[in-house]
């Protein structure tokens, strides 16, 4: 026994004396670093520049009292006259003038409040974007970004298809004259936001961040709104002696709403318990309405209520709000354009996996009443960050803070650190251990903040913020230490930009609203007994139930088969779409199908549709080799047609002559870059590819990455993307004037040396340059590890949207360009997308054409992407391939301007039978290059004659070549 | 009477007896023929043609196997990586599995149940596997790459499922820990099937220790087990495909984990190929029951 404890501690000796072998070059390096004190860096928070920070400033003046309005004579807009519009003066701004100049004269120097009078002019049917400039000036952040709506109406009743199903109305745009107070479009600041005007003259301007028209009739300088406690309205209440209503629930249907701010606040159907009402255990029923698109400050929802008796009403809700896992959402409630009390301002509903109901009530569970005369009242609940609001503005600056902290450190560790290594970070960066202190604080307070608001601290975004906190905790602790926390730092620090993403969006469902009589207690749910009943309904009519034929049976006189193959919410939008716009215009009928199998299999045994819509970009030209698919050259208005795309988009879709499919989605690259680190370091954006490499060699020594997109061929998907999709070789090889194949499309062109030296060029970028082959783009552009990279220009709206901490610190543009030798640079990129076709087997070809024509119109494409965007949240953004569409989606200018530039010069590849051999065989030798350093030019000949034969084979099987005939 | 004529007619009568027995075999019969019999023929026959799905199919004889031996070198690399897959992963996942439920065999009756479920888990878990690819991510996020980095062990992210390198070992190792599936199932119900009568017997008659028990005794009386998971395995080995797939792509780097059913799915759903796709299913059934057969001889040594 005691032989084999020795031989046990002789063994642990063995082995703690060769990992202690192991350490000692890394104790050596740290010697010899200790004295590399030379590049002390300083760590930089810039100024504050919020609205909070703008109050505290001037705190010593008051509030305003009394009201001033400047009309149209105060306006100055370039090359406009006022002019009459729905019994109002107003001068029309469109959307060719920067700027609106209000001319003001108060006399008083205090705090004022803007509001403005407005109506909406027809436009591309955006939310207006304003920046505002008092004297020129910017005074705080949030003056950068304000927002006014566009107001929205259902256009028509709720329909029902053949199927039995409901379908919720589109929204139609109602113009109508809005005041509004000029409020933070984030929704950090409750209330209208101030600003000091001292007394004499000052000019105001507005300046559009979007090209929306907009009929302007008076600017407001006033004071907020007061608004009283409920307990002075009770007491009021109690003097002017109202009594309690008495009579039957007055219930207000959430999907039958009046006035929406947004397009996509369309009516939804919730089938899954019985008391949504209404209900129906086998077909869709529109029951409710809100949602992820009802989510942002600011939005609201107005609905019409006939009161038939006066007297005091409490306030019933039927709603879910499974959204914010434990964490409260709150509205704010007007009831005929007034907040009735103080607490109304931000009404909250907590969270639970149903749906729930609940009266609007105070801490002792006494109803709150609202006096309601007889007649018509409108009531309106605004999105609103309610109490979560200074929890949201005090982590968005802890997360700029923790970022700033973030990259200073791997500027000084790198992104990989050596753990045995002392980097003595509170030395080498000036003031970073206050900033990790600053953190530490405002998380601990954050947190017992939103503790007092939920009474827990178990939700997620607590525990985020717990977490982090203990992280920067231990990084205190234990300074030298501080390399093995950086990766739980990292993610910490997305965590919470993620969380505070996540608390700034707060959707609600709402299935009822009820006007109650005040002791009316009653659950207002439906029993288990009920739910139990309706359950067994809903999983008997899922028997009989085809969930995939969207559209019901068409039984119009003339009808076409749609396929697709997207998810179901995307195929819902279509379908709804062609029901609103197709059909009642072109008397076709369309069956739309979700499909999962492949096209060959459908004609293969006789069922394939007329038209498929989106085949993946090799399909097209697979299919028709086959004869599978009709050349839609024959129609007479193709060529009509096709200006509506980029120039050239249909080239991947051609084969021997013919057309087989219409461009229907294009992407394409563009750069983004952090224009804070840019700032930081004086680095120029780069404009041609020698510029890139240095401006990379610069980040590599900060520490800092570049992403260059390359994607492994892993699947078949990745291979239909197309070749111009997966990595920037086509796109250089276009940039030398050079083309994929020869002319006939009989061979590649690999093996010309002017392609293997660009094949050279391109993989120094990984095995020279060492840019990562793997990244993901996103999450490291967020955390400014990698300050600048290639990127589909899609991603513009991932990261305009999730990752609001960095908004207005990146920018995007054009890809780097190669310099020509008359001085030019050439921008020229390949791209990928998808396009839809028709079959050849379809006997209603005609049917079929009038449906694509419509279908990739700017209208139509306009329509899908709005309400896409409506759906799945504004990351969710189509890429079409109709140039006008694009333009109407929600960019910003400048953006815009950069995309449709990189968009005239995106040279679409041809493909060709075989092609997917060619992206192969790039991939391999890539491969073989960058991992086993073989020599570029040998590894892409080897390769290329891969590729050139199989299509040497598939042109013979086909027979395409004129000896074969 | 009866009796009389039953003995008299015996033989007519066994053969009256077959008819119910064919009408109750009749459904399976049936489907079996319909769904395995048929399509096997049919990829049989469809291997003499040039066929894509949509045109009419043509004839050309022995073209797609004489492509298949001389012209295809992505077939032959192919072969190679199934041969050397299967060689590897075959016999020692049958090994490794029988290995393990024999040990799983020792605990008694909960406890068995508990580690039997847990080591079959991650075949009921469907596509497990798909875990590996995140170990091996060639990110520098990625579990493998991070842990070495951190401790110093490697300066740049190693691009585990892009290195020819590298694919075909961590291929191995996760169709390894894959194969605590059905064989191992199978050899724990094998070798509870053992008689314990059997045990004492051979106590008695001179067994001396557990090597003895378990060549003489538990092997022999658990053949058809060993053979049913054996097949298993060989079919599992010979037809893997989708944990390559899954982890390296399609095509994997240099063709390095490139199996035959990968190489059969590429020229049947990408290129369409349909007759040469059939061609080299022929071939892979062919090389399954050469396989097959010498495992039988094998396992028949068992006890001897």
Known sequence: ?965 | MHRFKRQRNAYSLIKADKKPAIVMLLPFAVLFCLFTVLPVASSVVLSFFHYDMISMPSFVGLDNYIRMIVADNVFTISLKNTLVFAVVTGPLGFFLSFLLAWMVNEFNGYMRAVLSFLFYSPSLAGNAYFIWSILFSGDSYGYINSILLNYGFIQEPIQWLNNAQYTMTICIIVQLWMSMGISFLANIAGLQNASPQLYEAGAIDGIRNRWQELWYITLPSMKSILLFSCVMQIQSSFSASAVMTTLTGVPSVEYSTHTIVTHLSDVGSVRYEMGYAAAISVFLFALMAVSRLIIGKIINFTGK
């Open chain 1, 1 to 965: 026994m005691n032989g084999k404890i020795i031989k046990f501690v002789s063994y642990l000796l063995c082995i703690s004396f060769v990992v202690s072998a192991l350490k000692i070059p890394f104790i050596f390096k740290t010697t010899v670093n200790a004295e590399d004190s030379s590049s002390i860096s300083e760590i930089k928070v810039s100024e504050n520049d919020e609205y909070s920070a703008y109050l505290k400033n001037n705190s010593n003046y008051i509030e305003t009292d009394e009201n001033f309005s400047f009309g149209t004579s105060s306006l100055s807009i370039e090359k406009t006259e006022s002019v009459k519009v729905e019994n109002k003066i107003a001068k029309l701004w469109d959307g060719n003038t920067e700027s609106a100049v209000w001319s003001v004269n108060v006399p008083n120097t205090a705090f004022y409040c803007m509001k403005l009078d407005f109506l909406a002019a027809k436009g591309a049917g955006m939310d207006y974007n304003f920046s505002i400039l008092i004297d020129g000036k910017l005074l705080f952040s949030e003056l950068d970004n304000i927002t006014f709506k566009r107001i929205w109406q259902d256009s028509s009743e709720i329909r029902t298809n053949s199927a039995g199903n409901q379908i919720s109305p589109s929204l139609k745009e109602v113009f109508d004259w809005q005041s509004e107070y000029v409020i933070d479009g984030i929704g950090f600041v409750g209330s209208p936001l101030k600003i000091v005007l001292t007394a004499g003259k000052h000019e105001i301007t507005f300046l559009r961040n979007n090209e929306e028209p907009i009929y302007l009739s008076s600017l407001s300088l006033c004071s907020d709104v007061k608004v009283a406690s409920y307990y002075d309205v009770l007491k009021e209440y109690e003097q002017n002696g109202y009594k309690s209503y008495s009579g039957e629930a007055i219930k207000i249907e959430g999907e039958k709403a009046y006035i929406k701010s947004s397009d996509s606040l369309i009516a939804k159907s919730d089938t899954s318990c019985a008391s949504v009402k209404p209900s129906s255990p086998a077909y869709d029923v529109i029951n409710y309405i809100g949602s992820s698109n009802w989510a942002v400050a600011g939005d609201y929802i107005t609905w019409k209520v006939n009161v038939k008796q006066d007297g005091l009403y409490s306030l019933g809700f039927r709603f879910r709000q499974n959204y914010l896992l434990g964490n409260n959402v709150y509205r704010m409630l007007e009831i005929d354009g007034k907040v009735p009390f103080e607490e109304a301002k931000s009404i909250d509903f907590i969270y639970n996996d149903n749906w729930q109901y609940g009266i609007f009530s105070d801490n002792q569970n006494k109803p709150y009443l609202f006096h309601l005369t007889q007649g018509e009242h409108i009531l309106k609940l605004t999105v609103t960050l309610g109490n979560s609001a200074t929890v949201c503005s005090e982590l968005q600056d802890c997360i700029y803070r923790m970022g700033n902290i973030y990259h200073n450190m791997v500027m000084v560790m790198g992104t990989t650190p050596d753990t045995n290594r002392n980097y003595d970070l509170f030395k080498q960066i000036k003031g970073i251990e206050d900033e990790f202190k600053t953190c530490y604080e405002s998380l601990i307070s954050m947190n017992k903040q939103l503790k007092s608001l939920t009474g827990n601290d178990s939700d997620s975004v607590s525990i985020t913020m717990q977490n982090a906190a203990s992280v920067i905790k231990r990084i205190l602790d234990n300074p030298y230490r501080t390399q093995h926390y950086k990766n739980d730092f990292y993610s910490n620090y997305c965590g919470l930009g993620s969380a505070l993403t996540e608390i700034q969006k707060v959707p609600l469902d709402i299935d009822q609203i009820l006007l109650l009589n005040p002791d009316d207690n009653e659950k207002k749910m439906a029993g288990w007994k009920e739910q139990f009943i309706y359950s067994i309904k809903r999983f008997i009519a899922s028997f009989t139930m085809d969930y995939n034929n969207i559209s019901g049976t068409v039984s119009q006189g003339k009808n076409i088969d749609l396929w697709v193959s997207w998810g179901r919410d995307q195929v819902q939008v279509l379908n709804n779409a062609i029901q609103e716009l197709f059909t009642p215009k072109s008397k076709i009928g369309v069956n739309v199908k979700i499909v999962d199998a492949s096209l060959i299999q459908a004609i293969l045994s006789g069922n394939a549709p007329d038209c498929y819509l989106r085949l993946a970009r090799t399909s097209p030209v697979d299919l028709a080799m086959r004869g599978a698919l009709y050349d839609l050259k024959n129609f007479d208005d193709f060529d009509e047609v096709l200006t509506r795309f980029a120039p050239g988009a249909e080239i991947p879709y051609n084969f021997k002559g013919g057309c087989y499919a219409l461009p229907d989605t294009q992407s394409f690259n563009m750069m983004f870059y952090r224009k804070d680190i840019f700032e930081k370091y004086n680095l120029q954006v780069p404009k041609t590819w020698e510029e890139f490499i240095n401006v990379s060699t610069f980040l590599f020594h900060k520490n800092l990455q570049v992403g260059v997109p390359y994607t492994k061929i892993s699947d078949l998907g990745t291979t239909s993307a197309g070749i111009g999709a997966l990595n920037l070789y086509p796109t250089l090889l276009l940039q030398n004037g050079l083309a994929l194949y020869n002319d006939e499309h009989t061979a590649t062109n690999l093996s010309d040396k002017a392609a293997i030296a660009i094949f050279e060029k391109w993989t120094d970028f990984y095995a020279k340059y060492g840019y990562s082959i793997s990244y993901d783009f996103y999450n490291r552009f967020r955390s400014g590890e990698m300050p600048m990279g290639i990127a589909p220009y899609t991603q513009y709206n991932t990261i305009a949207v999730a990752a609001t901490e960095i908004s207005g610190l990146w920018g995007m543009v054009e890809i780097p360009g190669t310099k020509q030798e008359d001085g030019s640079i050439n921008y020229m990129s390949a791209g990928g997308g998808s396009g839809s076709a028709i079959l050849n087997v379809s006997k209603k070809k005609d049917l079929a054409w009038e449906f694509l024509k419509w279908w990739t119109s700017a209208e139509a494409q306009t329509r899908y992407a709005k309400d896409i965007e409506a759906v799945l949240g504004a990351a969710a953004r189509v890429d079409t391939a109709n140039v006008d569409a694009l333009k109407q989606l929600s960019w910003d200018k400048d953006d815009l301007k950069s995309i449709l530039n990189q968009w005239s010069s995106v040279v679409e590849l041809p493909e060709i039978p075989g092609s997917y051999y060619t992206i192969r065989s790039i991939d391999q030798a890539f491969w073989a290059v960058v991992n086993s350093g073989e020599n570029p030019t040998n590894t892409l000949i080897k390769w290329s004659k891969e590729a050139d034969d199989e299509i040497m084979r598939k042109r013979h099987e086909y027979r395409l070549d004129k000896s074969d005939k």
